[in-house]
């Protein structure tokens, strides 16, 4: 059992993870401050039994034909778009996420963008900071716009969605959704109101994205759904930054098609000062840390950790995604949850 090589591709996993996996194996860890370069990696899993990984590594058809003796990969989120699922189950390896762990910690980090864009709470940090701020006070300098009361658009009322739901209503904010799967328990739980996509867009004073990154979701906001949102209409994207089409949304800000965002994720990451939508006052942004808490990161990392443990032993992996595989015979269907 402890023959097995587990790498790991960021240095920035807490020991008792590590510890954890170096019962059943020996890890190696990359030693950079950044992503592994990408040859680098296909050396790496040429001999690994199992890949723990965050978002930032492309796994793909590439790598499985490298990884000849992989049986896992391990995705420290809950978002697996980095991960070429179809060719995983083809070759027989296990893909794991991390869900559930950081629903809350996110949609704290959704409220927090929807306050701080609406109260231009960054814009008055920055106006300080250069000696900007002038007059003691000024009955209209900085003034932003109220959330109480406000319509809160939900688009992808999963367990996000949900989340965001209870906390805004503690705000006395109304509740409208919009998701491929109406949900009419959370509807009557939550008291939000179903509503065609369009008129989400139309309906919301805030627009917050939860949805995952698929076919049906990516580039779903662009500029004609920016069009139909209120000029005094904010949206919050703390999903992937590929569901709404960046240079529309900068568009939108420029030209004041809409009031401000906050925005989490970004279409290419890391971004600098040079982006586009760095440049513009009206946007608060974050460098992808909705879920970074310190208790939320450590559990991520114990849960892939523990998904990675599993399959080592030959059991089915607490949070398996392609279930499909163990019809192939990678694990016996019948062991582990």
């Known amino acids: 059992m402890t023959d097995f090589n587990i790498y790991v591709s960021t ?64 995705n420290m989120a809950v978002g697996f778009d980095n991960i070429d699922l179809a060719e995983a189950t083809r070759k027989g390896v296990m893909v794991t996420n991390t869900p559930d762990v950081l629903t809350e910690t996110t949609a704290d980090a959704t409220m927090a963008l929807v306050l701080a864009a609406a109260r231009r709470i960054a814009e008055g940090d920055r106006l300080i900071r250069r000696g900007g701020w002038k007059l003691r006070w000024s009955p209209m300098m900085m003034v932003g ?84 949102m209120k000029k005094t209409a904010y949206i919050i994207n703390t999903s992937r930054g590929q569901v709404i089409d960046e240079a529309s949304l900068v568009r939108a800000l420029e030209e004041k098609t809409i009031a401000g965002a906050g925005i989490d994720v970004f279409e290419d990451e890391p971004i600098g000062p040079a982006s586009p939508i760095a440049k513009l006052e009206n946007v608060v942004l974050t460098p992808h840390l909705a879920s970074a808490s310190v208790e939320t990161r450590t559990e991520m990392a114990m849960m892939a950790a523990r998904n990675v443990v599993a399959a080592l032993k030959g059991e089915v992996p607490p949070n398996l995604v392609n279930r499909e595989v163990l019809r192939a015979g990678a694990v016996p269907a019948d062991r582990g949850s």
């Not at 890949?51 to 990884?67: G, N």
């Not at 969605?161 to 409208?176: D, P, W």
């Open 11 to 74: 240095n920035e996993v807490p020991r008792s993870a590590l510890d954890l996996m170096r019962a059943v194996g020996k890890v190696r860890v990359f030693d950079g401050a950044a992503a592994p370069p990408r040859d680098l990696l296909l050396k790496e899993v040429a001999g690994a039994d199992a890949l723990f990984c965050v978002l930032t590594e492309k796994v793909d058809a590439e790598l499985f034909a490298r990884a000849a003796k992989l049986k896992a990969v391990a």
């Open 145 to 228: 716009h109220d959330v109480y009361g406000k319509t809160l658009g939900i688009y992808g009322l999963g367990r996000i969605g949900a989340a965001v739901a209870k906390r805004a209503s503690g705000f006395g904010m109304k509740l409208v959704y919009y998701d491929s799967n109406r949900n009419r328990d959370l509807e009557e739980r939550l008291g939000a109101s179903y509503v065609p996509f369009d008129d989400l867009l139309k309906e919301a004073d805030f627009l917050t994205v939860h949805v995952p990154l698929l076919p049906s979701t990516r580039k779903s906001i662009g500029g004609r759904q920016l069009g139909l």
